[in-house]
């Protein structure tokens, strides 16, 4: 194939497809369910699984809320937007983190995540389906866990 007909190939992929944009005031979201949330959080979705079935969400954890313990098939990053919080990996210790860090939970690692007992914390979560799903919940975090105690 020359090269003339190689641009207009890929020209004509990308006609085929056009941006797209979801306003803010579209997307929506609700209080995190009781079964799998200690305290408010407050889910919005941010995109469904589209691309590449990756999705994400934007959680807003007022203070002493959080996740209760979870796994990600494909692994999950979180993005701090706002405010202080804390996360922990099944077996180790609480890690403080603060808007602007960026934290990796490897596949299959049991964890959760939230504010701290005194302030709020707002977290993109992104994460990708396998076999249909992103997470799979476990028991809440108990407060011996969340206090370090």
């Not at 202080?84 to 602007?100: D, N, S, V």
């Not at 707002?122 to 969340?146: K, L, M, R």
């Amino acid at each position: 194939m020359t090269a003339t007909a190689l641009l207009i190939a890929a020209g004509s992929a990308s006609v085929a497809q056009e941006m797209t944009v979801t306003k803010a005031a579209e997307l929506g979201g609700q209080i995190g369910a009781a079964e799998t949330f200690t305290g408010t959080a407050y889910v919005a979705p941010v995109f469904g699984p589209d691309m590449h079935d990756v999705s994400a969400g934007h959680v807003t954890f007022l203070p002493g809320a959080r996740s209760a313990w979870h796994t990600h098939p494909a692994g999950q990053k979180l993005v701090v937007t706002s405010g202080t919080g804390w996360t922990q990996e099944r077996g180790q210790e609480k890690i403080l983190i603060e808007a602007g860090d960026v934290v990796w939970c490897p596949p299959g690692v049991e964890h959760w995540h939230g504010a701290t007992d005194t302030t709020a914390m707002s977290h993109y979560a992104i994460q990708a389906n396998v076999d249909g799903s992103a997470v799979t919940w476990g028991d809440h975090v108990s407060d011996e866990d969340y206090h370090g105690e």
